[in-house]
């Protein structure tokens, strides 16, 4: 059980550069999430997906695009790098449970892929 | 609004108990988590409250929770080295037919000998 992974770990883009980041999950989790991590920063939803071809923006949607064709896999795409991109990036994914106190969901993390754009 | 905030730095002793504190704005939270991210490595889930709870103990780490000031703290008692770290104190509030997570900055703990 692999968890959730993320590729590539660290990337360098020049600015207007495209790239997309991968997240994979083996869980069979329906929701997952893509975040950044910023210096000083709590972590900020990007954009998340609660199933299978289904994406929805969350926070700080501008300048992403996403896709989840598969279950298990969450694509993170920027069309045009800017170096306020520059961030590390989260994937996560969960599922949600029932216990003793009501209905409860738990996201699991990936890694971080960190990307640099110059 | 949903705003969630931590101190940004603790220092304890090795054995030594560490509290970490955390207070956020949103009232319709459902559940708290407390998050563990070592250097270069993603986040983990530590533990995690019912927002209809007071405490929950889990072997070293005790989460208190007063809801009525919004405020959550951890505290880790027989702190070790391997407990430094980032902590990041979450609040999930459905919203959008989805759990969202509204995240604190973080307290990087540092144990020292």
């Known amino acids: 059980n692999a968890g959730v992974t993320q590729t590539p770990k660290f990337r360098v883009l020049k600015t207007g550069q495209s790239m997309t980041l991968l997240c994979a999950q083996d869980m069979n989790h329906e929701y997952m999430y893509w975040y950044r991590q910023d210096p000083g920063m709590g972590l900020r939803l990007i954009h998340y997906?609660?199933?299978?071809?289904?994406?929805a923006k969350g926070e700080v949607p501008d300048g992403y695009n996403v896709s989840r064709l598969k279950k298990q896999n969450f694509l993170l795409g920027l069309e045009s790098a800017a170096p306020s991109q520059t961030s590390v990036y989260f994937c996560a994914s969960s599922y949600s449970m029932v216990d003793t106190s009501g209905l409860q969901e738990t996201q699991y993390f990936g890694p971080g892929t960190r990307l640099l754009v110059l | 609004g949903e705003d969630v905030e931590q101190s940004l730095f603790l220092s304890v002793r090795e054995g030594d108990s560490s509290v970490i504190n955390c207070t956020y704005t949103d009232s319709s939270s459902t559940y708290l988590y407390w998050y563990k991210q070592e250097p270069g490595a993603g986040l983990q889930l530590l533990t995690y409250i019912f927002s209809n709870m007071d405490m929950k103990q889990d072997q070293r780490l005790t989460v208190l929770l007063n809801k009525k000031d919004k405020h959550l703290s951890l505290r880790i008692a027989d702190t070790q080295t391997g407990d430094s770290a980032i902590y990041f104190c979450?609040?999930?509030?459905?919203?959008?037919?989805?759990?969202?997570?509204?995240f604190g900055a973080g307290t990087r703990l540092a144990v020292h000998p």
């Open positions: 997906s609660v199933g299978e071809g289904t994406t």
């Open positions: 979450a609040e999930s509030i459905f919203s959008g037919g989805y759990n969202k997570l509204i």
